[in-house]
Structure formats: structure tokens, C-alpha cells
């Protein structure tokens, strides 16, 4: 089966420093995903990558997915406290498939 | 409007009890899950329906019996509640289509605490 490994597993940084989140996968990703969940709330998604190659950015997050869609990174720039949180990504195994699964999550915290 | 929500928020329980979490979308998606969330933040599918009819069924116990009364709604039931059982339950939808083209919508999640 697949499987989603992220690094980190957890993250300090000081405000105001860049980061960068990675998600592995042995097996070709179909529909890649990240998500923010803060403690308490539902996820919250932030962007979704398809292409080998596709880069998205929103506000100061940037998501890259490489050429041969197994590996995508989730860069922050100037991280803020309001980055905080934990960050998953999520993909499909197979093209049409209703089942997504998940990475094993990194904790971001941020300090002033 | 809420897109996906789910009820309860909290839910502490006496081991051994049976309890359900209800879950609504308004998105006029076609398929829904039911996703659980351990300790370690670690998100695993349990079930997904399409239509009404159980699609997904990832070695769940049979203490846990999914319904859907229709597209729009898929509710958890949990029989004789056990420790193990405490963790963040997340309902989800998405457009029939496959992941692969679209993204699920998430509820906010279900805190179950068995004592």
C-alpha cells in the first residue's frame, strides 16, 4: 500500500524565518494535497498539485510537486504565528480513486 | 452556511456505551467519508460512501456501522465504546470524480474521549 512520509515530524522556528515541509511517496502521486489543521478545527486546504513540475503559491506558501510526482515540498516564507499548525499532505493512489491518503503530518510552531 | 459539518464537537463517554456522530454536507457532492485521527495526528480512512452505497470499508471494527439515509448525510455509529477508540473523527466529501481532479471538503471533527 502507499504511503506518505513527511518531514519533519516537527518543526520550530522564529518568526519572520523561512521553512520548507516535504512529502515522500514510493509511488507515483495522483491529485497531491496539503492541508493545515489547526488544533481543535477541521483541515483547511491550501492547495492542490497535479502536473509533474506544478508549482502553486497563496499569500506566503509556495507547493512544488516534482517531475516524477513522488515528492512535493511545502515552502513558507517569512513564517508568522499564524502559520502555526499541523500540515498533512494527501494523495490518491490510483487516478480515480475515491481514497485519499494521508502523510504522517508535521507540527509547525512558531515563535516571536 | 457550513459546508461539511458534523455533531457532536465533544463526545466523553463510559467505555462499554454506544454513540453516533452525524455528519451533513450542503455541497451536492456525491461521495462521503469518515476519516479517523489518532493520537499521534495520523489521519486513516475508515469508510466512504457514494450515493448511499458503502464503498470504502478499510478493516474498521464491526463495532462501527456507517449509514447513509441519503447522499447528503452519513452518520457513525460506534457500539461498545473501548479506550482505543478515543481520537478525532473527521467526516469529508467530495465531487464523484475521483481525488484525483478534486479535493474532499472536511468537517471540523469529532473529539471522542472514552473513559
Known amino acids: 500500500s502507499q504511503e506518505l512520509e513527511q518531514s519533519p515530524q516537527s518543526l520550530i522556528v522564529q518568526e519572520g524565518k523561512n521553512l520548507t515541509i516535504n512529502c515522500t511517496s514510493s509511488?507515483?502521486?495522483?491529485?497531491l494535497y496539503w492541508y493545515k489543521q489547526k488544533y481543535g478545527e477541521g483541515l483547511i486546504f491550501l492547495m492542490m498539485?497535479?502536473?509533474?513540475?506544478e508549482e502553486k503559491s497563496h499569500e506566503k506558501i509556495t507547493a512544488k510537486l516534482d517531475e516524477k510526482k513522488q515528492q512535493s515540498s511545502l515552502h513558507i516564507t517569512a513564517s508568522q504565528p499564524s502559520h502555526a499548525g499541523i500540515y498533512l499532505c494527501?494523495?490518491?493512489?490510483?487516478?480515480?480513486?475515491?481514497?485519499?491518503?494521508f502523510g504522517t503530518g508535521t507540527r509547525l510552531q512558531v515563535f516571536p | 452556511d457550513t459546508a461539511v459539518s458534523q455533531t457532536p464537537k465533544y463526545l466523553v463517554t463510559q467505555m462499554g456505551n454506544d454513540k453516533s456522530i452525524k455528519c451533513e454536507q450542503n455541497?451536492?457532492?456525491?461521495?462521503m467519508y469518515w476519516y479517523k485521527q489518532d493520537s499521534k495526528k495520523f489521519l486513516k480512512i475508515m469508510f466512504s460512501y457514494n450515493n448511499k452505497e458503502l464503498i470504502i470499508n478499510e478493516t474498521v471494527p464491526n463495532r462501527f456501522s456507517p449509514k447513509s439515509p441519503d447522499k447528503a448525510h452519513l452518520n457513525l455509529h460506534i457500539n461498545s465504546l473501548e479506550l482505543g477508540d478515543s481520537a478525532v473523527y473527521f467526516c469529508a466529501s467530495s465531487q464523484d470524480g475521483g481525488t484525483a481532479n478534486y479535493g474532499y471538503t472536511f468537517g471540523s471533527g469529532t473529539r471522542l474521549t472514552v473513559v
Open positions: 494527501g494523495a490518491g493512489s490510483s487516478y480515480n480513486t475515491d481514497k485519499l491518503i
Open positions: 455541497l451536492g457532492h456525491d461521495t
Open positions: 509511488k507515483t502521486l495522483y491529485g
Open positions: 498539485l497535479q502536473k509533474g513540475g
